[in-house]
C-alpha cells in the first residue's frame, strides 16, 4: 500500500493511451475513446488535447480523430526483453524454491558477464549469499553463462569469444576463450546434455556448484536460470537428476508467460477494431 493518494488525471491519460494503442486502425474519436473507457466524453476530448499539447497525440484535421504519435514509442525504449523476462519470474521461481529448496537465480547477458537480475536467495534457508541482485558472473565459468554461451546464435557467440578474449572478463576467461578444443567441446556438451553446469570450476566460488537452463523464446535466448548448491553437499549427477527437470519445467513457466503477454496484447488490440 502506498501511502500517496491516487492522481487521477495520470490514471485517466494512460487509459487514453491504452484505448488509442488498442484502436486497429490506429486511430480514433473521442467519442469512441469515451465508449471505450468509460470516461465522460468532454474528459476523453481534454486528456486527448493535453496528450497532444505534450506530443504523444495528433489530431488528423480531416476527421477529427487521434492518433498516437512517434514520441509514444520512446516510452518503451527502456523496456527490454531482460524486463519483461524478470518482471514474470519472480512467482516462478518462488515455486522452484519450494520444490528444490537450494536458491536460484534469473540472469542475463551483460557484455563480458551474466547479470543477476532475479533470485531466490534471500528466501532460501540453503542461502549462502542473500544479496545477489547485480552481481556479475562470468560467462564460461559458470552454468549461467555457460548454458547461455552454448545455446545463442552463433553470432553472438562469436562476439562475445572476441570481447573475452580481449580480456575483457579477467585473465581466466580469456585462456579459456583462447582454447578452441574448451569452447567446442563445452558447446557439444551443453547442447547434447541440454543444460550447463559448473562443480567447483571457478575459482573465485570453488565449493559452488550450479546447474541452469535456457530460457529461449521464439528461437532466441533471452536469459538463464540456475539452481546453486554447495558441491560438497550435491553431486552433478544428483543435480541433473533433482533439479535440472525442476529447472526445465520453470522455463516453459516463464515462456508461457511471455506468450500469454504477448497474446493478451495482441487481443487487447483486436477488440478495439469491434
Not at 502506498?2 to 487521477?8: E, F, L
Not at 546447474?211 to 553431486?235: K, M
Request: charged content about 25%; overall charge positive; aromatic content about 6%.
Amino acid at each position: 500500500m502506498t501511502q500517496y493518494t491516487n492522481v487521477r488525471g495520470l490514471s485517466r491519460g494512460l487509459q487514453v493511451l491504452q484505448a488509442l494503442n488498442s484502436m486497429d486502425s490506429g486511430r480514433a474519436t473521442s467519442q469512441q475513446i469515451s465508449d471505450l473507457t468509460g470516461l465522460h466524453r468532454t474528459t476523453a476530448r481534454r486528456l486527448l488535447e493535453t496528450l497532444m499539447e505534450e506530443g504523444f497525440v495528433r489530431r488528423s484535421a480531416s476527421d477529427d480523430s487521434f492518433r498516437l504519435t512517434l514520441k509514444v514509442r520512446a516510452l518503451s525504449e527502456g523496456f527490454t526483453d531482460d524486463e519483461r523476462i524478470a518482471t514474470i519470474a519472480p512467482p516462478i521461481m518462488g515455486r522452484l524454491l519450494q520444490r528444490v529448496a537450494w536458491p536460484s537465480d534469473l540472469t542475463t547477458p551483460d557484455g563480458d558477464a551474466m547479470i543477476i537480475r532475479e533470485t531466490t536467495h534471500r528466501f532460501s534457508t540453503l542461502s549462502f549469499h542473500r544479496s545477489m541482485v547485480g552481481r556479475r558472473l562470468p560467462i564460461l565459468l559458470t552454468a549461467a553463462g555457460r548454458v547461455y554461451f552454448a545455446m545463442c546464435s552463433d553470432g553472438e557467440r562469436a562476439d562475445i569469444l572476441d570481447l573475452l578474449r580481449s580480456g575483457a572478463g579477467g585473465e581466466e576467461q580469456k585462456a579459456l576463450a583462447s582454447n578452441d578444443a574448451f569452447i567446442r567441446s563445452l558447446v557439444r556438451r551443453v547442447r547434447t546434455d541440454g543444460f550447463g553446469s559448473n562443480h567447483g570450476d571457478w575459482s573465485a566460488q570453488s565449493k559452488i556448484g550450479a546447474v541452469a537452463v535456457a530460457i529461449v523464446s521464439e528461437q532466441r535466448v533471452l536469459a538463464s536460470l540456475n539452481v546453486v548448491f554447495l558441491s560438497r553437499a550435491v553431486t552433478l549427477a544428483e543435480a541433473k537428476r533433482r533439479f535440472v527437470p525442476e529447472l526445465q519445467t520453470a522455463a516453459r513457466e516463464m515462456i508461457e508467460g511471455l506468450e500469454a503477454e504477448a497474446s493478451a496484447g495482441s487481443t487487447g488490440k483486436a477488440r478495439g477494431t469491434r
